[in-house]
Structures are given as C-alpha cells and as structure tokens.
C-alpha cells in the first residue's frame, strides 16, 4: 500500500484537488485496471459531467467511483472527505467535531459532525477477519454518565451506572494482535459463548482466567488459567492493557463514556488500535474502501491449512 502524507503539506501536493482524490479512488477500486462490474470490459469514457462516474464502452453501464463507499451521493467535495479522512487517521487519539469543524473551515458544527459520524461509521469493517491464534479473553466494566449527570450511577441497575464489556485480544509472540471490544448484557456463558464465536475463529486457542461463563465454549481450543482475581493482569496481560487503555481514552478524549454511544467509541478505539501500525489502510477504511490487497505477511498469517 503507497504511503501516506506525513504532513498537511505532503496532502496538500498529493490531493491538490477533486480530480486528484478521484484518480487515487479509481487505482483503488481497480488496481489492474477498469473492469465493467456488468460485462467485464474494460475500456471506459470518463464522463465530462464528473471524474467519479465512467461509462463502459461497451454495454454504457455508468459505474460511479464512490458506489459502495461513504462518500456516495455526498455533496461535499471529494477533497474535503479526504481531508477529513486524513485527520482522523493521523491524530493518534481521534478528533472531535469541534475541531474538525475548525481545521476544515466548514460552515456549520452539524455538518462537521455529520461527516465524522459517517467516518466513525466506517470503521468496522463488515467483511473483518476473526480474530486467530492464541486469543485472551476477558470481561470488565465501564462507569458511564447519564443525559445530565457527570458521573452519574442509576441506583438500582445491574453493575451500578457500569456497563459489562467483553474483550478479545490477540498474541503474536511477545505483543498484541488484534482487538475487540464489544458491550454485553450479562456474563452469562451464552453471552460471552456468543462474544467468543463473533470475534475468534474456529479452532483458536482461548485463554481465560477461568471464569465458569467460558466452561462451555465450543469450537475453540479453551485454556482456561485460574490464579485467583488479583492476579487476572498478569496471566492475561494484553486484554487488561486494552482494558485500561480503552477506559482512559474514553476519559481523555470524550471526558467519560456515554452509555447510548458505547459500542461506537469501543468501535473507534479497536479501530485505532487494530490499524496503529498503519495508518494509510486506516485512511483507505475511513473513505469506505476495503482493504482488499492485504500484505502478503498477514496472508500468511490467516492461511490456516
Ligand atoms: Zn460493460
């Protein structure tokens, strides 16, 4: 995958306009070349009306560069998706709408946060790989604030104003794969049985620290490692990293979670995680492009004869 800006500078050559962001579309959706999705031509007329829309030479099918991507029938230019596309991949922590508003000098704060609500949409990949390998499992609670209180706790409610999230992390050798996070209703072993068979493979090896919700897990390998609460960090040290991590995220950058928006601040943080050694495939998601040519290494990774 071609390198990304390093610099608002470097963007600015890169992407100097519209017609340049729909060129790098078009050599991402066809890398060899066009192909008619109707009839496997692949001669197009680029119309005059606009770059993002070819006509096939043959059967005149127009295919539009953007279809299936979040910039569809947007009517905001294609610079300013990219643009804004590149801010939130390149800011490690995430920008708010406020300042995107800002930096991009756009007319209106909703506008803004319409944009970034699509990019955030983006960020789960439908079609994602489970996770493989040697997996840690683990749950944990996240305090959340009501409508008006700051920190707030409905007397009451299960788990006291904290939501339950289940947690998946992977290990490749001494350092962490890849992550998911996701809100569950209870610990019942049907919950996390449910989370275990979203989120991992069949045939992955589970780790857990015993908990009796993971004693019927099926079609994973579980190795469940009892030592006793205190010590839960130190035999799945990876989920409980991500685990902090995620909650002093949510504090710094959103100053505490909202319980309606959980599972998409989980999303954005699994987002930046799973895609922190490579931004441009993060910049490629956010416009709604699948990775679909990925490294030859992590080809190999999920071979699994
Ligand atoms: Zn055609």
Same mark, same amino acid.
């Given at each position: 995958?071609?390198?990304?800006?390093?610099?608002?500078?470097?963007?600015?050559?890169? #992407?100097?306009?519209?017609?340049?962001?729909?060129?790098?579309?078009?050599? @991402?959706?066809?890398?060899?070349?066009?192909?008619?999705?109707?009839?496997?031509?692949? @001669?197009?007329?680029?119309?005059?009306?606009?770059?993002?829309?070819? +006509?096939?030479?043959?059967?005149?099918?127009?295919?539009?560069?953007?279809?299936? %991507?979040?910039?569809?029938?947007?009517?905001?230019?294609?610079?300013?998706?990219?643009?804004?596309?590149?801010?939130?991949?390149?800011?490690?922590?995430? !920008?708010?709408? @406020?300042?995107?508003?800002?930096?991009?000098?756009?007319?209106?704060?909703?506008?803004?946060?319409?944009?970034?609500?699509?990019?955030?949409?983006?960020?789960?990949?439908?079609?994602?790989?489970?996770? /493989?390998?040697?997996?840690?499992?683990?749950? %944990?609670?996240?305090? /959340?604030?009501?409508?008006?209180?700051?920190?707030?706790?409905?007397?009451?409610?299960?788990?006291?104003?904290?939501?339950? !999230?289940?947690?998946?992390?992977?290990?490749?050798?001494?350092?962490?794969?890849?992550?998911?996070? +996701?809100? !569950? +209703?209870?610990?019942?072993?049907? %919950?996390? $049985?449910?989370?275990?068979?979203?989120?991992?493979?069949? $045939?992955?090896?589970?780790?857990?620290?015993?908990?009796?919700?993971?004693? %019927?897990?099926?079609?994973?390998?579980?190795?469940?490692?009892?030592?006793?609460?205190?010590?839960?960090?130190?035999?799945?040290?990876?989920?409980?990293?991500? /685990?902090?991590?995620?909650?002093?995220?949510?504090? $710094?950058?959103?100053? $505490?979670? @909202?319980?309606?928006?959980?599972?998409?601040?989980?999303?954005? /943080?699994?987002?930046? #995680?799973?895609?922190?050694?490579?931004?441009?495939?993060? #910049?490629?998601?956010?416009?709604?492009?699948?990775?679909?040519?990925?490294?030859?290494?992590?080809?190999?990774? !999920?071979?699994?004869?």
């Amino acid at each position: 995958m071609d390198e990304l800006p390093r610099s608002l500078a470097e963007f600015e050559r890169r #992407f100097p306009d519209d017609r340049a962001c729909a060129r790098w579309l078009m050599a @991402r959706r066809w890398p060899d070349g066009f192909r008619c999705p109707g009839c496997d031509h692949d @001669r197009a007329w680029e119309l005059s009306r606009g770059l993002l829309v070819r +006509q096939c030479a043959r059967c005149e099918r127009q295919v539009s560069v953007t279809a299936g %991507t979040v910039m569809h029938r947007s009517h905001l230019p294609l610079k300013l998706w990219f643009q804004a596309a590149w801010l939130v991949a390149t800011h490690s922590n995430g !920008i708010s709408a @406020r300042q995107l508003w800002k930096q991009l000098g756009l007319g209106s704060y909703k506008t803004a946060w319409l944009l970034l609500a699509k990019l955030r949409r983006a960020m789960v990949d439908p079609e994602r790989e489970p996770l /493989f390998g040697l997996v840690e499992v683990d749950e %944990t609670t996240m305090p /959340f604030r009501g409508r008006d209180d700051p920190v707030a706790a409905k007397p009451g409610r299960a788990a006291d104003g904290k939501l339950l !999230i289940a947690g998946a992390v992977e290990i490749r050798g001494k350092r962490p794969g890849r992550a998911r996070l +996701q809100v !569950i +209703q209870d610990y019942a072993a049907a %919950t996390l $049985g449910a989370f275990v068979a979203a989120s991992v493979v069949k $045939g992955a090896v589970v780790v857990s620290d015993g908990w009796s919700g993971y004693r %019927t897990l099926k079609d994973v390998k579980h190795d469940p490692r009892v030592v006793g609460a205190m010590a839960a960090h130190v035999v799945l040290p990876w989920v409980h990293r991500v /685990f902090s991590n995620s909650k002093r995220w949510a504090l $710094g950058v959103y100053h $505490g979670l @909202r319980k309606k928006h959980l599972q998409s601040y989980l999303d954005e /943080f699994v987002f930046r #995680f799973n895609r922190r050694r490579s931004p441009p495939a993060a #910049f490629a998601r956010l416009l709604g492009l699948a990775a679909r040519h990925k490294p030859t290494t992590y080809k190999m990774l !999920i071979s699994r004869a």
